[in-house]
């Protein structure tokens, strides 16, 4: 099984800062990757697929990139809004693994 | 528009068995992969199993496999997640979700609001 690990796994940032979080796979898995919002009580939402496809509807500040095994997602300006989980998945073969999530709080 | 909605979640005895379901509207659900994902209390998510277009093709987590069973019924736009040999560690919140293309991607798109499985004695 592939193995999806994110880093780090909290964060805290400012309204206005840019943030970067990172996920590596156990094994090449060219872009089959993707990027998911995640809020309290809430459904995750797909952000970017295709390790740098952004998904219909979602704000232009968000971006993902990477190939093989090593991708980033970067959120250019934070709005306050953007303060929840973040969780990465390799779509490359089955299991479809996640990686175990970077929390992203208020500073 | 999209719509997923879980239902058949609750409290469940350890070794017993609970069938979940998840009925889908707005778009042609013969064509697309469909997938469950779970999220124990306080937990990441975890993918469970998907299922393809026609019923044809299904994948198991390790966790789940000769124990669960995903199966969709075409005619009623429905699908169902049949659970037995329940373990503790199954308790979660179990999502039914759609691929984002009906080539599928294994990308998730829309995802119904969750049903929980409490597995308790």
């Known amino acids: 099984d592939i193995q999806m690990t994110q880093s780090p796994s909290s964060l805290s940032a400012s309204v206005g800062d840019r943030v970067t979080i990172t996920c590596r796979a156990s094994q090449i898995i060219s872009n089959y990757l993707n990027w998911y919002e995640q809020k309290p009580g809430k459904a995750p939402k797909l952000l970017i697929y295709a390790a740098s496809s952004l998904q219909s509807g979602v704000p232009s500040r968000f971006s993902g990139s990477g190939s093989g095994t090593d991708f980033t997602l970067t959120i250019a300006t934070l709005q306050p809004e953007d303060f929840a989980t973040y969780y990465c998945?390799?779509?490359?073969?089955?299991?479809?693994?996640f990686g175990q999530g970077t929390k992203l709080e208020i500073k | 528009q999209v719509q997923l909605v879980e239902s058949g979640g609750g409290v469940v005895q350890p070794g017993r068995s609970l069938r979940l379901s998840c009925a889908a509207s707005?778009?042609?659900?013969?064509?697309?992969?469909m997938h469950w994902v779970r999220q124990a209390p306080g937990k990441g998510l975890e993918w469970v199993a998907v299922?393809?277009?026609?019923?044809?093709?299904?994948y198991y987590a390790d966790s789940v496999k000769g124990r669960f069973t995903f199966s969709r019924d075409n005619s009623k736009n429905t699908l169902s997640l049949q659970m037995n040999s329940l373990r503790a560690e199954d308790t979660a919140v179990y999502f039914c979700?759609?691929?984002?293309?009906?080539?599928?991607?294994?990308?998730?798109?829309?995802w119904g609001q969750g049903t929980l499985v409490t597995v308790s004695s």
């Open positions: 299922i393809s277009h026609d019923g044809n093709s299904k």
């Open positions: 998945q390799q779509s490359y073969s089955s299991p479809y693994t």
């Open positions: 979700a759609r691929d984002r293309s009906t080539v599928a991607t294994f990308s998730l798109e829309y």
């Open positions: 707005g778009f042609t659900f013969s064509t697309y992969a």
